[in-house]
């Protein structure tokens, strides 16, 4: 089935003849673009590829990309793409999801394939908001926000998909936005390279039903405040004139103006192979406080876990080696048995 | 040894048809393993039999008391065998929760055997006793030993250096030791067993060995029993047998479904009561690439299996009542993708959490019916133990041929219970062809077989085949996303065709006993036994009866209209309120009878009976709830 | 101004009896506000109406492609209206995608307007068409006004200062204007309507009269129209009237319960087309105390209801199919633990993901049979949008006095058609009587009401009530757990006979039409419309027909039988595959025939009246899908 | 409706009728007990109480206790308490649940729940075990566990509920031991004393299919040495002579032998208060690592956060100031209406 020479794709080949129905503006068109160019650089066959969606806007995704592709319920991708992965673990097999249907409906499935390190990618289109259905909270939507079922707002403590990533034992977390298209392609592949379950929150405007909801991170005269790049082995540094960095205090994280004898070196240097989760669960939570800007980058990748359709199969192999394969005649007249004769 | 000379009298043996008899003890009594050596040895001898085992919900209710009671039945016989038995020859009571629990069922001068040790007055109390039923004559009508079987059994054992407690484990072999004097049965079936099973633990071989001898010989050397019984060995069909479970039957068809389809099983399941053994099972055939996954909930077991099998494996989820309401939404997601997928609910009583370890039927308009909108599956409901495994062969055949979803509706009764089951050889089994698309020329994701309606199995990873699937309404052939009215229409008309054609499959109906006359009586699952029995002693007794034990709920055999035509009434007894009975009104206008019973248990067959005389003319009928109705008042 | 006169003919008015006009335009171009605005001017006015919204599935298709096609049509008459209409005499398409999508129901020689402006070559290819229908003489049938309304539209706002694209969303107040000259309606309450939503925009306000302006007066400077027409008012029952949508209706329907009732409501909710409004309408509804809670799932949603419903609130969950497929195992706990609750069910097309936007009635028998075991659930349902208030409050009110889960089975037609509502006065609703048990006195969680068979709703705080309630099986009385098979028995016929005395209180069945003849007609949900107007039309022609529209699907009204005896043939039209007939077939043996339609729309009159005519021998029939064959082939 | 004096009440108070149908040795009783006793001593009346449960040998907790109780359906036990809680802030709510119920099926609400701060407290009864069903793994069982559903062993890893209650935004997190009497009263005491969502996990022994399973942990000669007790303030010391403690290193954690010029003040001293939730992510993982113990008490108490419920009642409340309360009649004439004369 494999050939001799890799496949050599253009973007155009993950191109379907199907009508793109998000609303003009959508960020979901940019993500669908960086993936189409991440899946031809890749240089796997296009046949290898499997995309699985929930329900939501985001999840019209696998319509737009010539590979196989499998729009499920909504929540349910993550435990389909388990049971394919776990038959076909030569499959690339990537989810697209929204952050109601993997974070509300598809909470408990999103951890639990994210505890077992189930080998596949997942796309998180982070709106906070339900699109598809027209404009409700969602539960990444920020306290106070009047949606169509919050008239008065919301009472909501939201999610932080990264730190629940951690907290459910993630071995690979990441974040980038829909218009940084470089780093998003760049994140794209880091996660195509780990070997488990790779969760990557992706910032999306909706601009019907939640326009700018990320604009301090996506504007482009404010965003060099607003972020710093996760780089692994480098510095936390940022602003416009790269003037501003991240230190650690105790067990605590603290933004420093460079100068007055304050350097680069007393900068956090980021290890997204640190052995502590909670060091990316503490870059996680940096942006919740104000004068903090937000993290994006891989928090953490850790690869030391094996992936769960391996042990599975593994064991199977095992268990062959030192039976031998199953004889179903033997099988059927195992335990006790008798004959009776004419 | 031989000092003094005690002198047997020469003893009856009385050569009969059949007998039921029930082990009955606290959970921590061993009386599911008393009552399956029981078992083994009279199947291993050749006589036809079925067994009931009845177990508490709780996990371990407190030593002693009601709750914490555990059942095995065994009913066996020279003849055919159809099921556990309505009443009880010999009952064996290890305690007194037992022996209320289950002495009702003893029949008049029936042989009651119990533990005279453990009816002390804190026993009793534990039972909620107030007199002592081997003292206050309440016992009089049946033939009662009381046995001090603990004493005893320490007694045998007393040289092995064992401690009390686990001298007191053994008495229930001491009690299995009486009823193979009482039956004529060697005990070299139990001796094999127990060598395999305590194979590093020869001081327990020793130990049960000797207190089954014990109780043995007890029999043989005291005169209580003036009689024992002979059974001779049934006239069954030639080859090799083994007792199955329905449950381990059902396992076991699945990896025969793989096998003979050559791809992988895939079973996706959340632990549940009476389903979980099919889980255990099956995650013990690794060596067949057998894969189990444990699941976060039964929404995860049911998707998982959907992309199991569109992958490629022979995908199945495995459950019970409330597991199936949670899996409805998902079923639908199958429909309308057209993978196929097999989903056993092993029914228990309802609603709700409800009665997990009793049985019940009234899953089947749930199977028929419970997914939003007209997304028709395929039924299938098997009809005894060793059934199970051929249903789940047929099953898989239906799911793969069409490309569907199938339930088969198993139940507590016949997951737990078990009987003689033929092994078939490889080559009986069905064929069951798999055809993966691999050809790009022309291929269209919903193209379809003319015949079975099916579209093409086309697995993630075949080069050229790329292509998009969903649960949104779609056009047909080509698969793109879809809202033309028509088009709808036409979809669900064809969902529904595509069902229907399972039909073409389905052998003409042939009913058991008379193919016309008075009485037709319809049914399906696990009644079979008590209405097979119940037809032929009223045939016996001259009157004309057809019975039509359904396996394809949905869709219906085609010709079931003619069959119902040719009789006067009709009956349909169910352990439910009358589901099947609805589908029956509805589709053939046909005033048939409902008879149902909804108490967590069997039919007993003088209860069919009792019915099929009543719907003749011939009797008064007592129904279940008259029964109830004196009982419980309100 | 008056430096040339034009000479305007003297045109015809001709007083006509009703009209059907459709707005139709891509999803940006403002079609439900249009059709909206027209639909309160004719109802200010005093006509009978019905309106049908029609948007696209996809939250923006690409603008001027088909997806993105939105439309709105609005019936109105000076007689009794019961249907949007089966055809349209007036069709105003804003682009060629809203031509090409609604031409078909367009009436021969019926009224066509379009704005030439969005017919170029782009717009063209953008709605799949290949030749320019203006052009190629495929609209040669009707009566084509093909308008420069955008070109209009801008002339007439040049002096606002506004850019071209705030201009041109204001062609559809243009067209507006056209329709209001061509049925002679003031612009009057359109102006307060803008008034009042663009209060401090007063730009908008004053484009889009000048826009609506614009319109009018082009109807009555150029000679295009020759005739304009007259609808006079109906003659409907005196009272304050206002326009509702079925959903708005269901949510004021359940403040008004929980008013009526003294207790809080408590709304539990996923979001899911057609089912949100209902959530975002009563989360505005705070300062009646109205709890909205946005569940994570909704098994939440169901199941935070019945945490509140044991809190002593009025507790109601909101969803469409694959959302009820979901709640199916809380559904069970409700019957189980005898609470009240009340699920509404906005039924769309499915299977699964489906057609989320178009209606369907394909949910009864997930509504009555969707749950594992013997779970009986009483279910209503609305027959048009206002009827939603009523049904809201009847939902309710047997929630409570039976203490048991209600099902509303409402329909995406109903939730998103609306009609004029005669608005009741606060003495005008039902009692809805709430008693809190608070007497420890003999107080026993399962003690019954004789009459409703309630037991008592005793809330968490009330001192000396202390008890536990579960969903395992459980004794009457006392509700301690209970296995006991007699017991089991009686609480799975008990539950049964409660839901049955819901009949009790169920008004005697009196058939619209006819009281006995040749055919009855029974139906149920958002069918009303066309079997009323069809039944309507077929007994002006002399044909003896009744029509029972069911508001209770379980139980049914004890009468039914009786009333079913009295006609020769029974017909039974539905959005599905015959749910409710298979029902009527079993219980009443009555050789019921289905009319069944299932493509995501209402039935039109014309295909219900042909049906009649065929049962009747009247007249062949052809079947939707006879219609389907010819046109989408294979 | 509430009286001027408090209530009385003893541990017999709290108990039911009801015949306990546990298996003899299981840790539930212990925790039964122990429940008692705090609820007879908190001084609330008795009738305040609720618990509510899911499905599992601890879920038949309710059913022992001489409150108002619920024993629901498999999982939805916090959705079910939630809807309760938003009705009725003032009643004192406990859930009791099972690794199983709460971190399997129930993994959703779980989450959510506590991401929304219900004023909710909650037992996890973790066996790590499926008791009920009769003995296969549960999402907290260790790796390669062999039990009635893997017989060759598990290949998925568990969930840390500390871990994954922290990456849920809770605000209380504690653990205590069943045969720990004294720890858990105490331990019960701070979860009903917190204002918000208290998760507490309680190390319960399944004497029938996990016997053992927290033997490290409960073992009288080894305990100490494996365990080290979170007390607000204290730094952490342990051993059997009190001489190991855990010292902080950068952003981990190690374990130093005390003397030797080590000295208590070297050692990390708790903060459940701790700003970070980082810090109490960075306890929780302790425990994988070979050669640190197990933490037991609170790791993070959070009180700043308010109640889910209050929101929504004060949400209410504001509304009905403004607006007052509605009136039905103008509420159903609403909108535009027009009036047809007879
Ligand atoms: C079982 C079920 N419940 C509810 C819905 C309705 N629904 C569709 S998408 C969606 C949420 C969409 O939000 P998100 O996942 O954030 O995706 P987005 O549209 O924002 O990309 C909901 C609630 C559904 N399709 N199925
Ligand atoms: C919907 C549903 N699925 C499955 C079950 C079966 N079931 C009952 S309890 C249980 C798990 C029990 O484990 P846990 O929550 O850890 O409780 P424990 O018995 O160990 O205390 C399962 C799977 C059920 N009752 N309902
Ligand atoms: S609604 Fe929002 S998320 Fe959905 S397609 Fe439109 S812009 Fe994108
Ligand atoms: S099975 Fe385990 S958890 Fe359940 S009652 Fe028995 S010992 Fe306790
Ligand atoms: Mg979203
Ligand atoms: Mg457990």
Chains 1, 4 share one sequence.
Request: a negative charge; proline letters at 6%.
């Amino acid at each position: 089935m494999t050939t001799a020479t890799l496949p050599v794709y253009t973007k155009k080949d993950f191109q379907t003849d199907q009508e793109i129905r998000w609303c003009p503006g959508c960020g979901d068109y940019a993500i669908l673009s960086a993936v189409q160019m991440v899946f031809a650089d890749l240089g796997i066959p296009r046949e290898k590829f499997v995309i699985i969606s929930g329900i939501g806007c985001s999840s019209r995704f696998p319509y737009y990309i010539n590979t196989f592709g499998f729009h499920t319920i909504h929540g349910r991708a993550p435990a389909v793409a388990t049971g394919l992965k776990i038959v076909r673990p030569d499959l690339e097999v990537w989810v697209a999801t929204g952050d109601g249907d993997s974070l509300s409906i598809g909470g408990n499935h999103t951890i639990h394939m994210l505890r077992r390190n189930v080998g596949l990618k997942v796309l998180l289109f982070n709106n906070k908001i339900y699109g598809l259905t027209k404009g409700q909270y969602s539960p990444t939507s920020e306290v106070g926000k009047k949606t169509k079922s919050t008239p008065f707002g919301t009472t909501d403590r939201p999610f932080n998909p990264i730190s629940l990533a951690i907290g459910s034992e993630a071995t690979f977390v990441a974040r980038s936005v829909d218009v940084f298209q470089t780093h998003l392609k760049d994140t794209l592949k880091k996660a195509a390279a780990h070997k488990g379950s790779a969760y990557v929150e992706i910032l999306q405007n909706c601009n019907i039903f939640n326009d700018g909801a990320w604009e301090t991170v996506t504007e482009k005269e404010a965003r060099s405040e607003n972020i710093v790049q996760l780089e692994h082995g480098k510095p936390l540094i940022y602003g416009k004139n790269r003037d501003k960095g991240i230190r650690l205090n105790g067990l605590d994280l603290e933004v420093v103006q460079l100068g007055n004898g304050v350097t680069e070196k007393d900068l956090l240097v980021h290890d997204e192979k640190h052995p502590r989760a909670a060091y990316a669960f503490l870059l996680a939570h940096m942006e919740h406080r104000p004068g903090f800007p937000t993290p994006i980058g891989v928090f953490r990748s850790w690869d030391n876990v094996p992936r769960y359709e391996d042990l599975i199969n593994d064991q199977i192999r095992e268990v062959q080696a030192k039976r031998g394969k199953g004889d179903l005649a033997k099988l059927l007249r195992s335990g006790d048995t008798w004959e009776l004769k004419a | 040894m031989a000092l003094t000379t005690i002198e047997i009298p020469k003893r009856k043996r009385e050569i009969i048809d059949n007998a039921v008899i029930r082990f009955c003890g606290d959970s921590g009594d061993g009386m599911q393993i008393t009552g399956s050596q029981f078992t083994n040895t009279v199947a291993l001898y050749g006589n036809d039999l079925a067994t009931f085992p009845d177990f508490p919900a709780e996990i371990r209710a407190p030593a002693g008391t009601l709750p914490g009671v555990s059942g095995f039945q065994v009913h066996f016989s020279s003849s055919d065998v159809y099921t556990p038995g309505d009443s009880v020859d010999v009952l064996i009571a290890m305690n007194p929760a037992a022996l209320k629990m289950n002495l009702a069922d003893l029949k008049t001068n029936g042989i009651l055997i119990v533990n005279v040790d453990d009816f002390k007055e804190n026993d009793l109390r534990k039972a909620q006793i107030v007199t002592n039923p081997l003292e206050d004559h309440s016992l009089d009508g049946y033939r009662l030993f009381a046995v001090e079987l603990t004493k005893m059994t320490r007694a045998a054992l007393k040289d092995l250096g064992l401690d009390a407690k686990s001298m007191d484990r053994c008495k229930n072999f001491f009690a299995l030791g009486m009823c193979y004097w009482l039956y004529n049965r060697s005990m070299e079936p139990t001796h094999g067993w127990l060598e395999e099973k305590f194979k590093n633990k020869q001081q327990l071989v020793q130990a049960n060995k000797l207190a089954m001898k014990a109780g043995y010989s007890y029999c043989e050397a005291t005169e209580a029993f003036q009689i024992s019984y002979e059974i001779p060995p049934a006239k069954l069909t030639p080859g090799v047998y083994r007792n199955i479970s329905g449950n381990a039957a059902l396992a076991l068809g699945f990896v025969a479904a793989s096998q003979k389809a050559g791809i992988p099983l895939f079973l996706g399941s959340y632990p549940i009561t009476p389903a979980s053994d099919i889980l255990h099972e099956l995650s013990m055939y690794k060596d067949f690439g057998v894969i189990t996954f444990q699941a976060e909930d039964e929404i995860a077991a049911i998707t998982s299996a959907i992309g199991a099998a569109y992958a490629g494996a022979l995908g199945i989820t495995s459950t019970s009542g409330p597991g199936m309401a949670l899996k409805t939404e998902a079923l639908g997601l199958a429909v309308a993708v057209e993978l196929p997928l097999v989903i056993c609910d092993i029914q228990r009583g309802g609603p709700s959490t409800g009665l997990p370890t009793k049985t019940e039927q009234a899953d089947l308009l749930q199977a028929l019916f419970g997914r939003n909108s007209e997304a028709p599956i395929p039924v299938v409901a098997p009809s005894s133990p060793g059934d199970c495994f051929w249903i789940a062969l047929e099953a898989s055949r239906i799911a793969i041929k069409h490309m569907v979803p199938v339930i088969i509706l198993s139940d507590g009764y016949l997951a737990n219970g078990a009987e003689p089951w033929k092994v078939p050889t490889i080559d009986e089994l069905p064929e069951i062809p798999v055809h993966f698309e691999t050809n790009p020329e022309g291929f269209l994701p919903y193209r379809r077989d003319p015949v079975t309606l099916s579209r093409p199995w086309a697995v993630p990873g075949t080069p050229g085949l790329e292509h998009r699937i969903g649960g949104i309404e779609k056009q047909d052939v080509t698969g793109n996303i879809d809202y033309e009215p028509l088009n709808h229409e036409h979809m669900v008309r064809l969902r529904a065709a595509k069902v229907e054609s399972v039909a073409n499959d389905i052998p003409p109906v042939v009913p058991e006993g008379d193919q016309s006359g008075d009485l037709l009586i319809i049914a399906w699952g696990s009644t079979h036994g008590p209405i097979t029995a119940a037809l032929n002693a009223q045939r016996e007794k001259g009157r004309s009866i057809g019975h039509v034990h359904l396996r394809h709920l949905n869709p219906l055999p085609r010709d079931l209209g003619d069959v119902i035509k040719r009789f006067k009434k009709v009956l349909v007894p169910e352990m439910n309120m009358g589901q099947l009975l609805m589908i029956l009104r509805a589709k053939f206008l046909v005033d048939a009878q409902g008879y149902n019973k909804i108490q967590g248990k069997p039919f007993k067959t003088s209860e069919i009976e009792n019915k099929i005389e009543q719907m003749l003319g011939l009797a008064p009928f007592t129904s279940p709830e008259d029964d109830f109705d004196e009982q419980a008042g309100e």
